[in-house]
Protein backbone atom coordinates (compact mmCIF):
# COMPACT_ATOMS: atom_id res chain seq x y z
CA UNK A 1 0.00 0.00 0.00
CA UNK A 2 2.93 2.19 1.06
CA UNK A 3 4.68 1.62 -2.40
CA UNK A 4 1.82 2.37 -4.75
CA UNK A 5 1.14 5.57 -2.36
CA UNK A 6 4.88 6.53 -3.09
CA UNK A 7 4.79 5.59 -6.98
CA UNK A 8 1.35 8.03 -7.25
CA UNK A 9 3.13 10.88 -5.44
CA UNK A 10 6.00 10.58 -7.94
CA UNK A 11 3.81 10.22 -10.66
CA UNK A 12 1.97 13.57 -9.90
CA UNK A 13 5.50 15.56 -9.51
CA UNK A 14 6.02 14.65 -12.41
CA UNK A 15 3.07 15.89 -14.44
CA UNK A 16 3.48 19.10 -12.51
CA UNK A 17 6.76 18.98 -13.29
CA UNK A 18 6.15 18.73 -17.29
CA UNK A 19 3.22 20.99 -16.76
CA UNK A 20 5.55 23.79 -15.58
CA UNK A 21 8.05 22.80 -18.53
CA UNK A 22 5.64 23.38 -21.35
CA UNK A 23 4.36 26.59 -19.68
CA UNK A 24 7.52 28.18 -19.45
CA UNK A 25 8.34 27.05 -22.82
CA UNK A 26 5.03 28.48 -24.33
CA UNK A 27 5.85 31.77 -22.42
CA UNK A 28 8.88 31.90 -23.89
CA UNK A 29 8.21 31.62 -27.08
CA UNK A 30 4.69 34.23 -26.86
CA UNK A 31 4.58 36.51 -23.79
CA UNK A 32 8.52 36.59 -23.86
CA UNK A 33 9.49 36.21 -27.22
CA UNK A 34 11.27 38.66 -29.61
CA UNK A 35 9.22 41.34 -31.25
CA UNK A 36 8.52 40.35 -35.12
CA UNK A 37 9.58 42.73 -37.40
CA UNK A 38 9.90 42.96 -40.96
CA UNK A 39 12.78 44.23 -42.38
CA UNK A 40 12.93 46.93 -45.91
CA UNK A 41 15.76 47.39 -48.24
CA UNK A 42 16.62 51.24 -48.81
CA UNK A 43 15.92 51.73 -52.37
CA UNK A 44 16.00 54.13 -54.96
CA UNK A 45 12.37 55.63 -56.88
CA UNK A 46 10.90 58.21 -58.48
CA UNK A 47 8.99 60.13 -56.09
CA UNK A 48 6.08 62.49 -56.93
CA UNK A 49 5.23 65.31 -53.91
CA UNK A 50 1.67 65.59 -54.32
CA UNK A 51 -0.56 68.33 -52.18
CA UNK A 52 -3.99 67.11 -51.31
CA UNK A 53 -7.35 69.19 -50.94
CA UNK A 54 -10.41 68.98 -51.36
CA UNK A 55 -13.30 71.22 -52.79
CA UNK A 56 -15.98 72.12 -55.44
CA UNK A 57 -16.53 72.44 -58.45
CA UNK A 58 -17.58 76.26 -59.29
CA UNK A 59 -17.15 78.94 -62.08
CA UNK A 60 -15.26 82.09 -62.10
CA UNK A 61 -17.96 83.39 -64.40
CA UNK A 62 -21.34 82.20 -63.33
CA UNK A 63 -23.59 85.70 -64.83
CA UNK A 64 -27.53 86.75 -63.26
CA UNK A 65 -29.63 87.04 -66.37
CA UNK A 66 -32.48 89.95 -65.81
CA UNK A 67 -33.87 92.47 -67.25
CA UNK A 68 -33.79 96.41 -66.97
CA UNK A 69 -37.43 96.99 -66.59
CA UNK A 70 -40.56 95.74 -64.86
CA UNK A 71 -42.42 93.20 -66.90
CA UNK A 72 -44.36 89.88 -67.35
CA UNK A 73 -42.57 87.32 -69.25
CA UNK A 74 -44.58 85.98 -72.19
CA UNK A 75 -42.28 83.76 -73.75
CA UNK A 76 -38.88 81.80 -72.65
CA UNK A 77 -36.78 80.21 -75.64
CA UNK A 78 -34.07 78.63 -72.90
CA UNK A 79 -33.77 76.11 -70.04
CA UNK A 80 -32.11 74.51 -67.44
CA UNK A 81 -28.54 72.47 -69.19
CA UNK A 82 -29.19 74.11 -72.82
CA UNK A 83 -25.71 75.98 -74.01
CA UNK A 84 -26.34 79.15 -75.84
CA UNK A 85 -24.32 81.18 -77.76
CA UNK A 86 -23.79 85.09 -77.31
CA UNK A 87 -26.84 87.52 -78.20
CA UNK A 88 -29.19 84.04 -78.48
CA UNK A 89 -33.21 85.19 -77.91
CA UNK A 90 -33.18 83.56 -73.99
CA UNK A 91 -36.32 85.56 -73.32
CA UNK A 92 -39.72 87.86 -73.79
CA UNK A 93 -41.63 90.15 -72.20
CA UNK A 94 -44.79 92.01 -72.25
CA UNK A 95 -44.41 95.12 -74.08
CA UNK A 96 -47.48 96.84 -75.11
CA UNK A 97 -47.54 99.27 -73.22
CA UNK A 98 -44.09 100.88 -74.40
CA UNK A 99 -45.41 100.01 -78.53
CA UNK A 100 -48.45 102.39 -77.33
CA UNK A 101 -45.85 105.09 -76.07
CA UNK A 102 -43.98 104.63 -78.92
CA UNK A 103 -46.73 105.35 -81.58
CA UNK A 104 -47.49 108.64 -79.39
CA UNK A 105 -44.16 109.60 -79.38
CA UNK A 106 -44.13 109.33 -83.16
CA UNK A 107 -47.40 110.91 -83.69
CA UNK A 108 -46.27 114.01 -81.73
CA UNK A 109 -42.91 114.24 -83.98
CA UNK A 110 -45.01 114.49 -87.03
CA UNK A 111 -46.80 116.53 -85.59
CA UNK A 112 -44.25 119.03 -84.41
CA UNK A 113 -43.04 118.58 -88.31
CA UNK A 114 -46.27 119.93 -89.34
CA UNK A 115 -45.94 122.90 -87.16
CA UNK A 116 -42.37 123.60 -87.90
CA UNK A 117 -43.73 123.65 -91.70
CA UNK A 118 -45.90 126.27 -90.76
CA UNK A 119 -43.42 128.26 -88.57
CA UNK A 120 -40.63 128.08 -91.36
CA UNK A 121 -42.95 129.74 -93.48
CA UNK A 122 -44.24 132.38 -91.17
CA UNK A 123 -40.79 133.51 -90.71
CA UNK A 124 -40.15 133.64 -94.32
CA UNK A 125 -43.17 136.04 -94.50
CA UNK A 126 -41.77 138.24 -91.72
CA UNK A 127 -38.60 138.25 -93.44
CA UNK A 128 -40.40 139.83 -96.48
CA UNK A 129 -42.23 142.24 -94.28
CA UNK A 130 -39.51 143.43 -92.79
CA UNK A 131 -37.30 143.91 -96.04
CA UNK A 132 -40.35 145.65 -97.43
CA UNK A 133 -40.80 147.80 -94.36
CA UNK A 134 -37.15 148.94 -94.08
CA UNK A 135 -37.70 150.65 -97.43
CA UNK A 136 -40.26 152.18 -96.81
CA UNK A 137 -39.00 153.64 -93.43
CA UNK A 138 -36.05 154.99 -95.36
CA UNK A 139 -37.93 156.22 -98.23
CA UNK A 140 -39.99 158.74 -96.00
CA UNK A 141 -37.24 159.18 -93.70
CA UNK A 142 -35.67 160.91 -96.76
CA UNK A 143 -38.49 162.33 -97.69
CA UNK A 144 -39.52 163.67 -94.16
CA UNK A 145 -35.33 165.29 -94.20
CA UNK A 146 -36.92 167.03 -97.70
CA UNK A 147 -40.07 167.80 -96.36
CA UNK A 148 -42.10 166.61 -98.81
CA UNK A 149 -43.84 164.57 -96.28
CA UNK A 150 -44.71 165.12 -92.74
CA UNK A 151 -42.50 163.64 -89.67
CA UNK A 152 -45.37 162.00 -87.91
CA UNK A 153 -46.03 159.99 -91.75
CA UNK A 154 -42.07 159.10 -91.33
CA UNK A 155 -41.95 157.89 -88.13
CA UNK A 156 -45.44 155.42 -88.34
CA UNK A 157 -43.41 153.34 -91.54
CA UNK A 158 -40.76 153.60 -88.78
CA UNK A 159 -42.50 152.08 -86.21
CA UNK A 160 -43.65 149.72 -88.85
CA UNK A 161 -40.32 148.55 -89.64
CA UNK A 162 -39.51 147.99 -85.73
CA UNK A 163 -42.94 145.98 -85.54
CA UNK A 164 -41.60 144.04 -88.62
CA UNK A 165 -38.60 143.11 -86.90
CA UNK A 166 -40.16 141.99 -83.89
CA UNK A 167 -42.43 139.86 -85.35
CA UNK A 168 -39.29 138.25 -87.47
CA UNK A 169 -37.50 137.62 -83.72
CA UNK A 170 -40.62 136.27 -83.28
CA UNK A 171 -40.98 133.48 -85.52
CA UNK A 172 -37.10 132.63 -85.08
CA UNK A 173 -37.98 132.01 -81.71
CA UNK A 174 -41.10 129.87 -82.57
CA UNK A 175 -38.81 127.82 -85.34
CA UNK A 176 -36.70 127.20 -82.47
CA UNK A 177 -39.07 125.62 -80.13
CA UNK A 178 -40.27 123.16 -82.86
CA UNK A 179 -37.10 122.41 -83.33
CA UNK A 180 -36.68 121.90 -79.71
CA UNK A 181 -40.06 120.09 -79.45
CA UNK A 182 -39.03 118.19 -82.28
CA UNK A 183 -35.95 117.31 -80.53
CA UNK A 184 -37.60 115.95 -77.42
CA UNK A 185 -40.39 113.98 -79.65
CA UNK A 186 -37.47 112.17 -81.08
CA UNK A 187 -36.10 111.39 -77.48
CA UNK A 188 -39.27 110.36 -76.97
CA UNK A 189 -39.41 107.90 -79.51
CA UNK A 190 -36.16 106.61 -78.82
CA UNK A 191 -36.76 106.17 -74.89
CA UNK A 192 -40.12 104.16 -75.77
CA UNK A 193 -37.97 101.94 -78.55
CA UNK A 194 -34.93 101.36 -75.98
CA UNK A 195 -37.42 100.29 -73.48
CA UNK A 196 -39.18 97.72 -76.44
CA UNK A 197 -35.61 96.63 -76.80
CA UNK A 198 -35.52 95.86 -73.24
CA UNK A 199 -38.49 93.65 -73.55
CA UNK A 200 -36.17 91.24 -75.59
CA UNK A 201 -33.35 88.96 -73.45
CA UNK A 202 -30.34 87.54 -75.13
CA UNK A 203 -27.49 85.70 -73.59
CA UNK A 204 -24.97 88.38 -72.86
CA UNK A 205 -21.96 85.54 -73.39
CA UNK A 206 -21.23 82.01 -74.72
CA UNK A 207 -22.20 79.11 -71.80
CA UNK A 208 -24.54 76.75 -69.80
CA UNK A 209 -27.64 77.57 -68.49
CA UNK A 210 -27.43 76.66 -64.73
CA UNK A 211 -30.88 77.42 -63.67
CA UNK A 212 -33.68 78.69 -64.89
CA UNK A 213 -35.33 81.07 -62.19
CA UNK A 214 -38.42 82.29 -63.19
CA UNK A 215 -41.21 80.78 -65.54
CA UNK A 216 -43.58 82.09 -68.25
CA UNK A 217 -46.82 84.42 -66.52
CA UNK A 218 -44.01 85.40 -64.54
CA UNK A 219 -43.67 89.25 -63.31
CA UNK A 220 -39.96 89.83 -63.34
CA UNK A 221 -38.37 93.09 -61.60
CA UNK A 222 -35.04 94.53 -62.33
CA UNK A 223 -32.01 92.53 -60.79
CA UNK A 224 -33.99 89.90 -60.36
CA UNK A 225 -32.22 86.87 -62.65
CA UNK A 226 -34.45 84.84 -64.94
CA UNK A 227 -31.50 82.36 -65.77
CA UNK A 228 -28.46 81.51 -64.39
CA UNK A 229 -25.41 81.12 -66.78
CA UNK A 230 -22.22 79.81 -66.63
CA UNK A 231 -19.18 80.27 -68.82
CA UNK A 232 -17.81 76.63 -69.26
CA UNK A 233 -14.13 77.61 -69.57
CA UNK A 234 -13.87 78.97 -66.42
CA UNK A 235 -15.19 76.31 -64.63
CA UNK A 236 -12.26 75.04 -61.92
CA UNK A 237 -12.08 73.37 -58.80
CA UNK A 238 -11.98 75.65 -55.43
CA UNK A 239 -10.06 73.75 -53.08
CA UNK A 240 -9.13 74.34 -49.61
CA UNK A 241 -5.57 73.08 -49.10
CA UNK A 242 -3.82 72.90 -45.06
CA UNK A 243 -1.37 75.55 -44.47
CA UNK A 244 1.70 73.55 -43.62
CA UNK A 245 0.94 71.74 -47.13
CA UNK A 246 1.80 74.31 -49.35
CA UNK A 247 5.50 74.88 -50.17
CA UNK A 248 5.55 74.53 -53.50
CA UNK A 249 2.31 74.53 -54.42
CA UNK A 250 2.46 77.43 -56.89
CA UNK A 251 0.25 78.96 -60.31
CA UNK A 252 1.01 77.12 -62.77
CA UNK A 253 1.81 74.03 -61.14
CA UNK A 254 0.42 70.30 -62.27
CA UNK A 255 -2.90 68.91 -60.70
CA UNK A 256 -4.91 65.63 -61.27
CA UNK A 257 -8.86 66.23 -60.47
CA UNK A 258 -11.51 63.70 -59.29
CA UNK A 259 -15.07 64.43 -59.35
CA UNK A 260 -16.99 62.61 -57.08
CA UNK A 261 -19.42 61.32 -59.68
CA UNK A 262 -15.94 59.75 -61.86
CA UNK A 263 -14.08 58.55 -58.79
CA UNK A 264 -11.50 56.20 -60.57
CA UNK A 265 -11.02 59.36 -63.21
CA UNK A 266 -8.44 61.73 -62.92
CA UNK A 267 -8.73 64.94 -64.91
CA UNK A 268 -5.56 67.23 -66.12
CA UNK A 269 -5.66 70.53 -64.94
CA UNK A 270 -2.96 73.22 -63.21
CA UNK A 271 -2.95 76.15 -60.35
CA UNK A 272 -4.86 78.94 -61.76
CA UNK A 273 -5.33 80.77 -58.91
CA UNK A 274 -4.19 81.29 -54.83
CA UNK A 275 -5.81 82.84 -52.42
CA UNK A 276 -4.18 85.23 -50.40
CA UNK A 277 -6.10 85.28 -46.83
CA UNK A 278 -6.45 81.54 -45.22
CA UNK A 279 -9.22 80.49 -42.98
CA UNK A 280 -8.74 81.07 -39.55
CA UNK A 281 -10.70 78.40 -38.06
CA UNK A 282 -9.58 75.37 -40.37
CA UNK A 283 -6.17 77.09 -41.09
CA UNK A 284 -6.20 76.56 -44.76
CA UNK A 285 -6.29 78.60 -48.00
CA UNK A 286 -8.45 78.48 -51.15
CA UNK A 287 -6.46 76.93 -54.34
CA UNK A 288 -8.44 77.32 -57.67
CA UNK A 289 -7.36 74.54 -59.79
CA UNK A 290 -8.95 74.56 -63.71
CA UNK A 291 -9.33 71.82 -65.93
CA UNK A 292 -6.81 71.44 -69.09
CA UNK A 293 -9.60 70.72 -70.85
CA UNK A 294 -13.36 72.66 -70.45
CA UNK A 295 -15.55 70.11 -69.19
CA UNK A 296 -18.52 68.83 -71.60
CA UNK A 297 -20.59 68.24 -68.31
CA UNK A 298 -20.51 69.74 -64.80
CA UNK A 299 -22.44 70.48 -61.83
CA UNK A 300 -21.56 73.60 -59.82
CA UNK A 301 -20.98 72.65 -55.92
CA UNK A 302 -19.78 69.24 -56.69
CA UNK A 303 -17.35 67.74 -54.33
CA UNK A 304 -13.84 66.92 -56.20
CA UNK A 305 -10.76 65.94 -54.64
CA UNK A 306 -7.24 67.97 -55.86
CA UNK A 307 -3.79 66.32 -55.91
CA UNK A 308 -0.77 69.09 -56.44
CA UNK A 309 2.26 68.09 -58.36
CA UNK A 310 4.27 70.00 -56.03
CA UNK A 311 7.42 68.52 -56.93
CA UNK A 312 9.14 65.95 -58.77
CA UNK A 313 12.31 63.98 -58.14
CA UNK A 314 14.30 61.03 -60.13
CA UNK A 315 16.01 58.12 -58.60
CA UNK A 316 16.21 59.28 -54.69
CA UNK A 317 16.78 57.21 -52.00
CA UNK A 318 13.56 56.22 -50.38
CA UNK A 319 11.57 54.22 -47.59
CA UNK A 320 8.17 52.77 -46.98
CA UNK A 321 6.44 56.08 -45.62
CA UNK A 322 5.63 53.57 -42.35
CA UNK A 323 9.00 52.84 -41.35
CA UNK A 324 10.00 56.52 -40.27
CA UNK A 325 9.21 57.68 -37.03
CA UNK A 326 9.51 60.55 -34.73
CA UNK A 327 12.02 59.84 -31.23
CA UNK A 328 11.52 63.30 -29.46
CA UNK A 329 12.40 66.51 -31.92
CA UNK A 330 14.22 63.30 -34.16
CA UNK A 331 13.15 61.66 -37.19
CA UNK A 332 14.65 58.40 -37.91
CA UNK A 333 14.58 54.67 -38.82
CA UNK A 334 15.13 51.75 -36.69
CA UNK A 335 17.83 49.74 -38.08
CA UNK A 336 18.25 45.97 -37.38
CA UNK A 337 21.86 44.98 -36.72
CA UNK A 338 22.65 41.05 -34.53
CA UNK A 339 18.97 40.93 -33.59
CA UNK A 340 18.64 43.93 -32.09
CA UNK A 341 17.04 47.53 -32.70
CA UNK A 342 19.40 51.02 -32.81
CA UNK A 343 17.59 54.17 -34.01
CA UNK A 344 19.20 56.07 -36.56
CA UNK A 345 18.02 59.67 -37.49
CA UNK A 346 17.61 60.75 -40.90
CA UNK A 347 16.96 63.40 -42.78
CA UNK A 348 13.32 63.10 -45.20
CA UNK A 349 12.22 64.79 -48.32
CA UNK A 350 9.42 64.75 -50.77
CA UNK A 351 6.64 61.75 -49.67
CA UNK A 352 5.11 59.92 -52.60
CA UNK A 353 1.28 59.58 -53.22
CA UNK A 354 1.96 55.67 -53.12
CA UNK A 355 3.82 56.37 -49.54
CA UNK A 356 7.25 56.23 -50.13
CA UNK A 357 9.49 59.39 -48.30
CA UNK A 358 12.55 60.44 -49.61
CA UNK A 359 15.38 59.46 -47.20
CA UNK A 360 17.97 63.04 -47.71
CA UNK A 361 20.23 62.43 -45.28
CA UNK A 362 21.28 59.39 -42.56
CA UNK A 363 21.09 56.40 -44.53
CA UNK A 364 24.19 54.53 -47.26
CA UNK A 365 21.77 52.46 -48.77
CA UNK A 366 22.76 49.02 -47.51
CA UNK A 367 20.76 49.07 -43.47
CA UNK A 368 18.30 46.64 -42.85
CA UNK A 369 15.11 49.34 -41.98
CA UNK A 370 12.93 47.62 -39.22
CA UNK A 371 8.73 48.04 -40.00
CA UNK A 372 5.95 46.44 -37.92
CA UNK A 373 2.07 47.65 -36.92
CA UNK A 374 2.43 50.68 -35.45
CA UNK A 375 1.42 49.58 -32.08
CA UNK A 376 4.34 47.26 -31.64
CA UNK A 377 7.05 49.92 -33.46
CA UNK A 378 5.53 52.44 -30.79
CA UNK A 379 7.17 49.75 -28.29
CA UNK A 380 10.73 50.08 -29.68
CA UNK A 381 13.44 50.52 -27.54
CA UNK A 382 17.67 51.14 -28.32
CA UNK A 383 19.12 47.48 -27.79
CA UNK A 384 15.93 45.58 -28.18
CA UNK A 385 15.86 42.02 -29.74
CA UNK A 386 13.53 41.43 -32.67
CA UNK A 387 13.05 38.45 -35.30
CA UNK A 388 13.04 39.51 -38.42
CA UNK A 389 10.30 37.19 -40.74
CA UNK A 390 9.87 37.45 -44.01
Known amino acids: MNLWKSVARKKNYLIWLAILVVGGAALKMTLFAPTKVTVVPVERRDLTEQVYGNGTVEAKVVVGVSSKITGRIVELYADQGDRVKRGQLLARLENDDFRNQEL ?74 VKMEQQAGRAGVGFARSKIADTVIYAPLDGIIITRDLEKGATVSPGIPIFTLADPRTVWVKANVDESLLKGVAIGKKAMITLRSSQGEQLPGQVARLGHQSDRVTEELEVDVAFD ?38 CGVWLVKNGKLTFKEVTIGITDRRNFTEIVTGLNGDERVAVALPPEMSKFKEGMKVTVTL
Open 293 to 330: APLKSFRLGEQSDVYIIAGIKKAVQSLPSASIVTKGKK
Open 104 to 177: QAGAGLKRSAATLSVEQANLQKARSNLVLAERNAQRFKTLSEKSFVSKLEAEQYDTACQVAREEVARSQAAVEA
